[in-house]
């Protein structure tokens, strides 16, 4: 078992659509928990942290339930720049990251 | 404030030759971790060097040797390159103990090709 899965994708959807990823992992002593952003040849970009309490940042929401080793992303009115490869991130330790292979999102017109 | 930088970013080597790449963290950071990226992969945890030693491992070979200088600056070798070697290999950097809980903020990457 990958310590990190993911929704396989691609997600193509229309603008202004609600689409969410889930994603699951292994290590049940991991500490924290991140998405990550990561636009075509380029470097991933931290979109935001996950706590226990669900956290939300604008059209952006994410929850993680540890009981059941899942976080989720929802993103809510899709804009055409959301297009990209979502990459979810588990920390083991406070050290290295540990990242799911990613889910790919189109946004069309 | 200068972000993460990597050098070079993009370098062509061949079977069996060795590769150095570069990276120097954000200002005020002082850990620095490497991944590689294949391609269609999320990128995949190979060293974290903090206080210049290696504190923590993934599950790469002996082939993959970094170092971290006085600066914070840190280098990744390659030796003995394979053509499996052909990735996208990320530098990130954080601050040991910061309160922003050890996130990590990646460089623009240096795409390896073996050739």
């Known amino acids: 078992r990958k310590e990190v899965e993911q929704d396989p994708g691609p997600f193509n959807v229309p603008e202004g659509a609600t689409v969410a990823f889930n994603c699951t992992y292994s290590n049940s002593a991991s500490q924290s928990f991140f998405w990550y952003r990561q636009d075509c040849r380029k470097e991933p970009k931290l979109l935001m942290s996950?706590?226990?309490s669900g956290n939300e940042d604008g059209r952006f929401t994410a929850q993680l339930n540890r009981a059941s080793q899942y976080i989720s992303l929802l993103i809510r009115d899709s804009k055409l720049s959301d297009s990209a490869t979502y990459l979810c991130v588990v920390t083991p330790n406070n050290n290295d990251m540990r990242f799911g292979a990613g889910t790919r999102l189109t946004v069309k017109p | 404030d200068a972000g993460v930088t990597q050098s070079p970013t993009h370098l062509i080597k061949t079977r069996g030759q060795q590769v150095t790449l570069r990276c120097s963290p954000k200002?005020?950071?002082?850990?620095v971790s490497w991944y590689q990226q294949a391609l269609g992969q999320g990128p995949q945890f190979i060293f974290q060097?903090?206080?210049?030693?290696?504190?923590q491992r993934g599950n790469f070979p002996d082939r993959f040797s970094g170092h971290q200088f006085p600066n914070y600056s840190s280098e990744l070798n390659v030796n003995a390159l394979l053509l499996g070697d052909s990735a996208l290999y990320l530098c990130?950097?954080?601050?040991?103990?910061?309160?922003?809980?050890?996130?990590?903020?990646f460089g623009a990457g240096t795409r390896l090709s073996v050739l």
């Open positions: 200002s005020g950071h002082d850990t």
């Open positions: 060097y903090y206080e210049e030693e290696e504190r």
């Open positions: 996950v706590y226990s």
């Open positions: 990130a950097s954080s601050l040991t103990g910061g309160a922003t809980k050890n996130i990590q903020y």
